[in-house]
């Protein structure tokens, strides 16, 4: 949960409207951060999949 929606909507929502909005950033985080920001939520986007494709691919069922 905290890798798939917390992180990402962190990165995707408060660094570029800091920016935007030009204010001080609180977590006082450098610029680049502003403008990396969707491409590190892209590569934990990426990592999420994989780990669901892992869990696709070694999932035993019960059985019935």
């Known amino acids: 949960m905290l ?37 590190v939520a892209g590569i934990i986007l990426w990592l999420a999949l994989r780990f669901w494709k892992f869990g696709l691919n070694n999932h035993q069922s019960t059985g019935n």
């Open 3 to 39: 890798f798939t929606i917390v992180v990402p909507a962190i990165f995707l929502s408060n660094h570029p409207a800091v920016y935007i909005l030009d204010k001080t950033d609180p977590l006082l985080a450098p610029a680049v951060v502003h403008f990396i920001a969707p491409l």
